[in-house]
């Protein structure tokens, strides 16, 4: 069950669900209601050949009665009638008795007395009855000895040699020597004297009995023409009197009824309508028993048809039945797809629609007619829903563009507010800086100057006090000014570098050479303490208008940061 489930979810497409809708009906219930019907039919049809045969086994039945009625009447008729009495008056019984015989049919007829009436004879409960005044009439079975006590013709006619017949029960019997007789006797008065009429009609080889019945019941005059229809004697399950043919004109007389009819009729006393094995073919067969005047069953009546004509017009109907199935198949299942395609196909397009219009295709649409039906009605709607979906995707991209480009402008103000904030940032922070470093400047350069300036009045002391003696050490005291006022500049250049405002604010014209030569004297320590050496290269570059100041602070950072990017020398 979860696997047709499973197998169910994963295929439930509405093209095999409208599949399933369309041609289960043809391809599964039309077959299951078609069997069902010929099933249902062929077995009424067997119906219909059961009680055929029974209706024919019946006429028979009716026919042997009538047969056996009718020979007991016309014996205890005679038996009553004033020429027997006439005939044995004038001595001419015997001759009387032999007319009447060939009249009546019979095989043997004959008056025995009560007193001549041997234990033999006195066995047969059909004389018993004459003997009490009562007429009776039965089918009794004779021994070979009975039939040659009263005719050896009788006796060779029953004798029959035993055919191998297929499907019959096993024998060691060669031949069937007793002889089925319509058996009858009646009380007869001769001279005052009370005997018995005793006659019969013997079955064995009687054509003309067997032939009545089947053209009684088959309606044909001659039953060589048409051997499908048949019917049989029975004494016991030898066949003593039959139309079934072994080939052409030969009857199957001594052939043998099968194991299975014979079990059920003989051995159980049931009335057989089956088909059944009949010689060498299947019959339609029906079978009843025969009771003797012991009550006892001592064979069978039988009447059947071949069934292979019933057969192959059965093959025939069920083949046309089941050829006309497959042409209504045939011209109903496009009918059933072209319908159903009516329905999957605008569902396949729609699908196929909103699969384009997952993958980015906006424009897709179905398109289909809007006189096709309630699936084009919402096949249209789809359309104007997607087409209403195509708009605001439109106007979103329109927004997001119109977004894009605020989000850029306003992130271009950003980054200039940014880099101005950062240009303000490092500005503050070289302000910080240059603040420290000027105050640290001038206050180096206080500390500088005032013993510069003692040094100064020191050496100016010296001069006046010495005089003329002074001449010996001029050279000496002429170095000492001389480095007392380079070292006042250099104070006053550090006080200019660190404090420009007071020392001015206004443009002037500067030499570059100048300009880079202080520089160098503020920052000496910084490439002195390493091996780097720096080498001056100037041009005839005229004089500049600029802010010293600036200029020189430009000057030392290149010249802090060309120290720095080297790796201790150069």
């Given at each position: 069950?979860?696997?047709?489930?499973a197998?169910?979810?994963?295929?439930?497409s509405?093209?095999?669900?409208?599949?399933?809708m369309?041609?289960v009906?043809?391809?599964?219930?039309?077959?299951v209601?078609l069997?069902?019907?010929?099933?249902?039919?062929n077995?009424?049809y067997?119906?219909?050949?059961?009680a055929?045969?029974?209706?024919?086994?019946?006429?028979?039945?009716?026919?042997?009665q009538?047969?056996?009625?009718?020979?007991?009447?016309?014996?205890e008729a005679?038996?009553?009638?004033?020429?027997?009495?006439?005939?044995a008056?004038?001595?001419?019984?015997?001759?009387?008795?032999?007319?009447?015989?060939?009249?009546?049919?019979?095989?043997?007829?004959?008056?025995?007395?009560?007193?001549?009436?041997?234990?033999?004879?006195?066995?047969?409960p059909?004389?018993?009855?004459?003997?009490?005044?009562?007429?009776?009439?039965?089918?009794?079975?004779?021994?070979?000895?009975?039939?040659?006590?009263?005719?050896?013709?009788?006796?060779?006619?029953?004798?029959?040699?035993?055919?191998?017949?297929?499907?019959?029960?096993?024998?060691?019997?060669?031949?069937?020597?007793?002889?089925?007789?319509?058996?009858?006797?009646?009380?007869?008065?001769?001279?005052?004297?009370?005997?018995v009429?005793?006659?019969?009609?013997l079955?064995?080889?009687?054509?003309?009995?067997?032939?009545?019945?089947?053209?009684?019941?088959?309606?044909?005059?001659n039953?060589a023409e048409d051997?499908?229809?048949?019917?049989?004697?029975f004494?016991?399950?030898?066949?003593?009197?039959?139309?079934?043919?072994?080939?052409?004109?030969?009857?199957?007389?001594?052939?043998?009824v099968?194991?299975?009819?014979r079990?059920?009729?003989?051995?159980?006393?049931?009335?057989?309508l089956?088909?059944?094995?009949v010689?060498?073919d299947?019959?339609?067969?029906?079978?009843?028993?025969?009771?003797?005047?012991?009550?006892?069953?001592?064979?069978m009546?039988?009447?059947?048809?071949?069934?292979?004509?019933?057969?192959?017009?059965?093959?025939?109907a069920?083949?046309?039945?089941?050829?006309?199935?497959?042409?209504?198949?045939?011209?109903?299942?496009?009918?059933f797809?072209?319908?159903a395609?009516?329905?999957?196909?605008?569902l396949?397009?729609m699908?196929?629609?909103?699969?384009?219009?997952?993958?980015?295709?906006?424009?897709?649409?179905?398109?289909l007619n809007?006189?096709?039906g309630?699936?084009?009605?919402?096949?249209?709607?789809?359309?104007?829903?997607?087409?209403?979906?195509?708009?605001?995707?439109?106007?979103?991209?329109?927004?997001?563009?119109?977004?894009?480009?605020?989000?850029e402008?306003?992130?271009?103000?950003?980054?200039?507010a940014?880099?101005?904030?950062?240009t303000?940032y490092?500005?503050?922070?070289?302000?910080?800086?240059?603040?420290?470093?000027?105050?640290?400047?001038?206050?180096?350069?206080?500390?500088?100057?005032?013993?510069?300036a003692?040094?100064?009045?020191?050496?100016?002391?010296?001069?006046?006090t010495?005089?003329?003696?002074?001449?010996?050490?001029?050279?000496?005291?002429?170095?000492?000014?001389?480095?007392?006022?380079?070292i006042s500049?250099?104070?006053?250049?550090?006080?200019?570098?660190?404090?420009?405002?007071?020392?001015?604010?206004?443009?002037?014209?500067?030499?570059l050479r100048d300009?880079?030569?202080?520089?160098?004297?503020?920052?000496?320590?910084?490439?002195?303490?390493?091996?780097i050496?720096?080498?001056?290269?100037?041009?005839n570059?005229p004089?500049?208008?600029?802010?010293?100041?600036?200029?020189?602070?430009?000057?030392?950072?290149?010249i802090?940061?060309?120290?720095?990017?080297?790796?201790?020398?150069?």
């Amino acid at each position: 069950m979860n696997f047709w489930s499973a197998l169910y979810r994963r295929k439930r497409s509405v093209r095999l669900q409208l599949l399933v809708m369309a041609l289960v009906p043809l391809m599964v219930l039309l077959p299951v209601l078609l069997v069902m019907g010929i099933s249902r039919w062929n077995n009424d049809y067997n119906n219909l050949l059961i009680a055929k045969v029974e209706s024919e086994l019946q006429v028979a039945e009716q026919y042997l009665q009538r047969i056996v009625g009718a020979t007991g009447t016309s014996v205890e008729a005679l038996a009553a009638s004033l020429a027997i009495q006439k005939a044995a008056e004038n001595g001419q019984l015997n001759d009387f008795l032999t007319v009447e015989k060939d009249a009546l049919g019979l095989d043997f007829l004959s008056i025995v007395q009560p007193k001549s009436i041997d234990e033999h004879m006195q066995k047969w409960p059909v004389v018993q009855s004459a003997l009490t005044g009562t007429a009776r009439t039965a089918v009794d079975l004779f021994e070979a000895d009975d039939l040659l006590m009263i005719d050896v013709a009788l006796a060779e006619q029953a004798e029959l040699i035993l055919i191998p017949t297929e499907a019959a029960v096993p024998t060691d019997k060669v031949a069937e020597t007793r002889g089925m007789m319509i058996h009858t006797a009646a009380p007869v008065s001769i001279n005052g004297s009370q005997r018995v009429l005793v006659g019969g009609i013997l079955l064995n080889r009687n054509l003309d009995f067997i032939d009545t019945i089947n053209t009684l019941v088959y309606q044909r005059k001659n039953t060589a023409e048409d051997p499908r229809g048949t019917a049989t004697l029975f004494l016991e399950d030898v066949r003593i009197s039959t139309n079934v043919r072994l080939f052409e004109n030969v009857r199957a007389l001594g052939t043998r009824v099968s194991a299975e009819v014979r079990r059920a009729v003989l051995d159980q006393g049931q009335t057989w309508l089956d088909r059944a094995f009949v010689v060498n073919d299947w019959y339609i067969s029906g079978y009843l028993p025969i009771y003797d005047s012991f009550d006892q069953r001592i064979g069978m009546l039988y009447v059947g048809f071949l069934e292979e004509p019933f057969r192959l017009v059965k093959r025939d109907a069920i083949a046309m039945m089941w050829i006309a199935f497959i042409g209504v198949l045939l011209v109903f299942i496009p009918v059933f797809l072209r319908l159903a395609g009516g329905i999957f196909s605008p569902l396949e397009r729609m699908t196929k629609t909103m699969q384009q219009v997952e993958t980015g295709d906006l424009t897709a649409r179905n398109n289909l007619n809007r006189t096709g039906g309630e699936i084009a009605e919402v096949s249209h709607h789809l359309d104007h829903l997607l087409d209403e979906v195509q708009e605001r995707d439109k106007q979103l991209r329109e927004w997001a563009d119109d977004l894009n480009v605020r989000v850029e402008e306003r992130t271009a103000q950003l980054q200039e507010a940014n880099q101005k904030l950062e240009t303000t940032y490092q500005q503050l922070v070289m302000s910080e800086k240059l603040a420290s470093i000027g105050e640290i400047t001038a206050g180096v350069a206080h500390e500088i100057n005032n013993p510069v300036a003692v040094i100064q009045g020191n050496v100016d002391v010296v001069r006046l006090t010495l005089g003329e003696q002074a001449e010996p050490v001029k050279t000496e005291l002429d170095l000492i000014d001389r480095q007392i006022m380079r070292i006042s500049g250099i104070v006053g250049k550090l006080l200019q570098f660190a404090r420009p405002s007071d020392y001015g604010k206004f443009e002037e014209y500067v030499n570059l050479r100048d300009v880079t030569q202080d520089s160098l004297g503020l920052v000496d320590h910084v490439y002195t303490s390493k091996d780097i050496e720096v080498k001056l290269e100037f041009s005839n570059v005229p004089d500049v208008k600029i802010n010293p100041s600036e200029l020189q602070q430009v000057i030392i950072n290149l010249i802090i940061n060309a120290v720095q990017a080297m790796d201790g020398k150069g």
